[in-house]
């Protein structure tokens, strides 16, 4: 209990079990953020860096008022002989402490031939303490009352008494034991115990996201007792109104699917696509079959601008056949729930929206498929949710953005993994062309003709507002407003509230607007067949497949697009975003992007959290993965390991 623990009062209880810390276990478990090491430079050959030196106050300090609320503090100090000026800005508490003879210690880049130096960090020196120093950055708890609580904690025994990691893996993957790994990860002594400590938790790490991943894969994957098989044939009435025919790799896809969802256990596919390769429309004929079966569909949708598009062009593709999709997103007003739950009782329906579409309230009569769109933005737990809302369901993820087939097997290895490549041959181009951001407005007259024509134009800002220099959305907006006085310009961004991004969304998509300046809110979802030209600023702020992704907005219709990325940057920046010039194949890119600049990146701003590792670098995970998930399954198959490593993986870090 941590009420065990000395000086933890009913505050700073209050504050562990806010922060979820619940036992001494728990506490156990909060590792550290970061480490500092606090070492005593000699002055005498300072590192190159900022290093902690020991001084003598010589005198009071003065005071100099800069400007409002900005204070320069000037204190004569004596370093190893030296006289300097010690400075620091703000931090008039320190006042009371600094009078003649006493010693403190600062922080600072020192140079014992500089008269001034400013402190970076100010201490007294009997509280300095050398040695490497756990931060664990636990809102409303200090650093000093962790360390002191933790402590506390091992000398009562609030840990294992047990390893809860299987020997072998211990002993395979090199790893620090248990109780080991728990006195050096709060307490290390030297520079090897901290990479011994990181080494561990990085296993853990991706162990665990294995782990959760596998024991969705079996919670979803159960035997089906269908009441008849799916058949291509059954297609030809939707088929027949598509103003295209299928690629040869859509209909291999396709028949790859269908055979999956009339196989006796449930379907756990990962359908990987370019942008523009006919994803969605092959996702919408096998709900249309599914829906045939007398089942009920459910299309999950990160975000509501998604959640509509998918419904508008579902609605165009499934009325005429008579399957009505139902929308529901989590700001209906009381009515249209009402009306919504009453339509779960049917089945033949398609029902598309974000997470509302797994709220407890939402109850299905016989749902029997499930379409995860951008699925890496759902975490597992979601996933899981949306899947048990109904009995042996079959689930199809989706995902718009190419990545390595290594990787992608690597990071999604549970599913199986199903790509399409080929985009259709009546698709028109998208012509890329580099622009140094300094000659934007050359491009006014193409602006000028392109609403000559009456066609549309996005422009594109990777801020809502001024920062770093960067273009934002209100200067490109009052820019081109003042430019095009007679174009209606509107403006899209997270920001907003859900009515008004709807309303802009319908506005540009039935063309009563010409231009959308938005940020990357747009890179997903906007299917505005009239919109030919975009103009993405600062385009050295993104990811080669983001902005692929973005460019993927265009010629969506009968017309070609052009597109136009503006950069600010060296030779690297430019020899960076050149090949967008000379390239449409997302997979390429993607490869590009994970040489250049990682996952992370690969993967976007928006979908940051795909990856979401805090222990594990992106080198490790690359390296790591393959051997990590061998153990992860392994231990769900081994008897003695899996009840308490699994309770010991699930009980750490929950996923989103």
């Not at 055979?259 to 990962?270: A, E, F, I, K, R």
């Not at 998604?306 to 009515?335: D, N, R």
């Not at 899981?384 to 042996?392: C, N, R, V």
């Not at 194949?585 to 940051?608: N, T």
Request: hydrophobic residues 40%; aromatic residues 8%.
């Amino acid at each position: 209990m941590l009420q065990q623990l000395k000086g933890v009062g009913e505050k700073t209880l209050a504050a562990f079990h806010e922060a979820g810390i619940q036992s001494l276990v728990d506490l156990m478990h909060t590792y550290p953020k970061r480490y500092r090491t606090y070492v005593l430079e000699n002055p005498h050959q300072p590192p190159q860096g900022k290093g902690y030196f020991e001084a003598r106050v010589l005198a009071r300090p003065s005071v100099f008022q800069v400007r409002a609320k900005l204070k320069r503090i000037s204190v004569p100090v004596q370093v190893a002989g030296r006289q300097h000026q010690l400075l620091f800005f703000n931090q008039t508490h320190w006042l009371r402490h600094l009078k003649p003879g006493v010693l403190i210690v600062f922080e600072a880049l020192y140079n014992p031939e500089n008269k001034s130096i400013q402190a970076h960090t100010l201490m007294l020196r009997k509280n300095f303490t050398e040695g490497i120093i756990p931060e664990y950055g636990v809102e409303g708890i200090s650093e000093l009352k962790m360390r002191q609580s933790l402590t506390q904690a091992r000398a009562i025994g609030g840990i294992y008494a047990y390893d809860p990691l299987p020997d072998w893996v211990v002993e395979n993957r090199k790893l620090l034991p248990y109780q080991s790994f728990i006195r050096r990860v709060h307490n290390p002594h030297h520079a090897q115990d901290i990479e011994a400590v990181w080494a561990r938790l990085s296993y853990e790490e991706l162990l665990r996201k294995q782990v959760r991943a596998l024991l969705a894969k079996h919670a979803l994957q159960r035997t089906k007792n269908r009441a008849s098989l799916l058949h291509e044939r059954a297609l030809h009435p939707f088929l027949a109104q598509l103003p295209f025919h299928l690629t040869g790799a859509q209909k291999e896809v396709l028949l790859s699917l269908i055979d999956g969802l009339n196989q006796p256990t449930t379907l756990y596919h990962l359908l990987q696509g370019d942008t523009g390769s006919g994803k969605t429309v092959l996702a919408l004929m096998l709900a249309y079959l599914v829906i045939q079966r007398g089942e009920q569909v459910a299309l999950l949708a990160p975000t509501e601008a998604l959640a509509q598009q998918h419904h508008k062009v579902a609605t165009q593709w499934l009325k005429p056949l008579g399957v009505e999709p139902v929308l529901i997103l989590g700001g209906m007003s009381a009515s249209q729930r009402e009306v919504a739950e009453g339509l779960m009782r049917q089945s033949n329906t398609l029902f598309i929206g974000t997470h509302a579409l797994f709220s407890k309230r939402m109850t299905y009569r016989q749902l029997g498929f499930v379409i995860v769109d951008e699925q890496h933005r759902f975490g597992v737990n979601q996933r899981l949710a949306m899947a048990q809302k109904g009995e042996a369901v079959d689930v199809l993820y989706v995902s718009a953005t190419p990545i390595p087939r290594t990787l992608a097997l690597t990071l999604y290895g549970d599913m199986e993994l199903i790509t399409l490549r080929q985009k259709p041959s009546t698709r028109q181009p998208v012509t890329t062309t580099l622009y140094p951001l300094k000659k934007a407005k050359v491009l006014d007259t193409v602006l000028e003709s392109a609403l000559a024509r009456q066609e549309q134009i996005y422009l594109v800002a990777p801020r809502i507002e001024e920062d770093e220099g960067l273009l934002s959305i209100e200067r490109i907006e009052r820019y081109y407003t003042d430019r095009f006085p007679k174009a209606r310009i509107g403006v899209l961004h997270g920001q907003l509230p859900r009515p008004s991004k709807e309303a802009i969304l319908e506005a540009f998509a039935s063309h009563a607007l010409d231009v959308l300046i938005a940020t990357s809110v747009v890179e997903v979802g906007i299917d505005v067949k009239n919109a030919t030209v975009m103009m993405i600023f600062h385009g050295e702020r993104f990811g080669l497949a983001q902005l692929h992704q973005l460019r993927g907005r265009l010629a969506r219709g009968s017309l070609a697009g052009q597109c136009y990325i503006l950069y600010k940057g060296t030779k690297e920046t430019t020899a960076r975003l050149n090949i967008l010039e000379t390239t449409d194949d997302g997979f390429l890119l993607s490869e590009k992007d994970l040489e250049y600049r990682g996952f992370g990146d690969l993967l976007g701003e928006a979908q940051s959290g795909a990856i979401p590792y805090r222990f594990t670098s992106e080198a490790d995970l690359i390296a790591q993965l393959e051997a990590v998930k061998a153990d992860a399954q392994a231990i769900l198959q081994d008897p003695h390991a899996h009840e308490r490593t699994i309770q010991h993986i699930l009980s750490l870090e929950q996923d989103s």
